[in-house]
Every structure is written in C-alpha cells, then in structure tokens.
C-alpha cells in the first residue's frame, strides 16, 4: 500500500462536501454543455467528432468524474527499479493494482516500433477499417501485433529487463500471455469513464491479467498531461470499489472517485507501467497535436486444475475477448519468452 499512502498523505485536496458542490454546479450546466456538444459534426485538428448518444452520454460521465477526481490526482512518481527493486515493485504491485518501472524497452527498440505503428495506422485508415477501434471509438486503436520482427524484439527485450520476473512473481510460474498490441489515442481523443478491465468478484481463485503498459512509440517526447495519459487509481483491485462503482448518478460512486487518491501515466519513452486488470483506471482526453501511443503486454494464470486460459476473460463491459491475435491463444508461457516466435 505504499503508493497509496502517499497519495492520501500528500493530498491537499477540499473536503469532500465541497467537491460534490462542484460536481453538481457542473452538472447544472449540463444542458449547455450537450448544446455545444451536439455541434461538432467533423473532426479538427484537436477535436474527435461526437455522433451518438452513446457517444455523448460517456463524454457526461467521463466529464462528470474528471471533476471529482481532479483535486486528487497526482503525476504517478515512486518508480522501482525493474532489475534491482524487484521485491518493492512486486509489493506494490500486488497492494495497489499498479507499479512504475523506469526505463525497461531500449531508445532503438522504441524508435523501431513506432515506424512500424504509423505505417500500420496509415494503413488502417486507408482501408477504414473499424475492427481497429478501441470499443468502437474512431479516435482510439487498438492494433494486435504478429509476434516477430520488431514486436518480437521489442517484447523480449522489455521482459529481459527485469519486467517478465515480475510478472512472474504476480502472477505465478503458469502464467500465458493473453495480450499483444498496441493502442493510440489520436488528437481530440476523449476521456474515458473510470472502468476496470475485467470484474473483482472476491473468489479465491479468481485470475487477474497483469498488463505492462510500455510508453514505447512517443518518438523523442515524453507522455504528457495534455496527450491524455492513463489515469489510475491505486488500491482498486478489490471487491468494494468494484461495488461502489455502480454509476455516476449513484452516491457510492461520487464518494469513491471523490476521495480516491489517482495517478497519471506521465511516463518518458521506454518506461512502463504494469497493473491488475481489476484496476479502476481511464485514459484522458488528448489536448495534443501528437498521437499517444503505448504497447502491451499481458498475462494471466489458468484457474486451478486447468491447462490454459478460456475462450475469454471476464470482462465488466463488452467486447469478452483477449486482445491478441487470436492463433496466439495458450502458446506462449512467460517463463519462456526467450523461446517466443509467431
């Protein structure tokens, strides 16, 4: 719980009452707020276009709770060396949901990678292809990378530095890899409600996805608050937050993100961050003019007594699928990753 502690110590944030207070100042101005909303026909530079009331009602919710945790939220700090603190950065991972490593992929690597990312981009949107999307949303991919060539390199190289023992040590000796790609949040990308990747349902044997998120593709830049970094908020992984977050219109959720302490992922090239798919956590809105670009790798344990993982995890929200391509499903161990090959 360390990094959650000093989170809540360091927080100089108003009482809690007079954050609500803000929160439904703000949503009485809702109504202008949909006006404006409902103009944006075609995208700008800096601005996704808005064509649905599923669309709209996310940028409400999303809007709504970047007021509450504003006042609380911090640049993620307390980085733990990959290879030296390996220890620290296993404990913290496993009381908060979340740990930061410095410097675990190569400058060469992350250079390599994002030629390949733009040229696949490039390629996407000259096809149109929408099985691209992040849940749909234009604004967001979400590309599954073959495994060799550079992907090979660089998903070799970042477990090498000491990452793959961590996960290991998080997720035990049977654990697979169950994800592989990239996501790109584009200018004008929106914010995201705060959700958890797959549900808490307090079983014993309940299989979390550690994902290493790796600041991978950023050219010479670092990830910025104005490139909408991911958000985290420690010491989620648990049944009550998971309970408490039932909607914004409940009070059980204004409280938790009121009084949650959060985490922006405002990481240099080659860093990363792993965390507990149980997580609650969001990505921010990109005021830039950059793409935010970060690739990953996940694992999991099968459940007890089986041989590999199922058809799917269970997710909060939809689509139930492991992002990955899908003939990578149960072949790969981490503890062999040096044996990996697609």
């Not at 990959?82 to 400058?107: F, I, K, N």
């Not at 979390?208 to 670092?222: G, H």
């Not at 969001?282 to 990953?296: A, K, P, Q």
């Amino acid at each position: 719980m360390q990094l959650y502690r000093t989170l809540r110590s360091s927080s100089t944030s108003p009482p809690l009452f007079q954050r609500r207070q803000e929160v439904r100042r703000f949503e009485a101005r809702g109504s202008q707020c949909r006006k404006r909303i409902m103009t944006r026909s075609v995208s700008t530079n800096n601005q996704a276009p808005i064509k649905s009331p599923k669309e709209l009602a996310r940028l409400q919710v999303s809007s709504l709770e970047e007021q509450l945790m504003r006042p609380t939220s911090t640049p993620i700090g307390n980085p733990y060396h990959p290879r030296e603190e390996q220890g620290q950065a296993l404990a913290t991972l496993l009381s908060d949901g979340c740990v930061y490593l410095p410097g675990v992929l190569r400058e060469e690597l992350c250079d390599a990678l994002l030629a390949d990312v733009d040229y696949r981009i490039a390629e996407v949107d000259r096809r149109r292809s929408e099985t691209a999307f992040l849940g749909g949303a234009p604004s967001r991919y979400d590309l599954k990378q073959p495994l060799e060539g550079v992907t090979l390199s660089a998903v070799q190289d970042a477990l090498s530095s000491g990452l793959a023992s961590i996960l290991l040590g998080a997720s035990g000796d049977s654990a697979l890899l169950c994800e592989l790609g990239v996501i790109a949040s584009t200018p004008g990308a929106l914010r995201q409600p705060v959700h958890p990747d797959t549900v808490c349902t307090g079983d014993a044997d309940e299989k979390p996805i550690y994902t290493s998120f790796i600041a991978s593709f950023i050219a010479l830049q670092d990830v910025t608050d104005v490139m909408g970094p991911t958000c985290l908020i420690p010491a989620t992984n648990n049944v009550a937050a998971h309970t408490a977050l039932c909607g914004i219109e409940h009070q059980s959720h204004i409280d938790l993100l009121a009084s949650s302490p959060s985490i922006r992922g405002t990481i240099r090239k080659g860093d990363c961050i792993i965390f507990d798919s149980r997580t609650l956590h969001c990505g921010g809105e990109n005021f830039s003019d950059l793409r935010r670009v970060l690739m990953y790798i996940s694992v999991q344990s099968p459940a007890s007594g089986a041989t590999g993982l199922p058809p799917y995890p269970e997710r909060r929200t939809p689509p139930s699928a492991y992002s990955m391509l899908s003939e990578y499903h149960n072949r790969f161990p981490l503890k062999s990753y040096l044996q990996w090959q697609g």
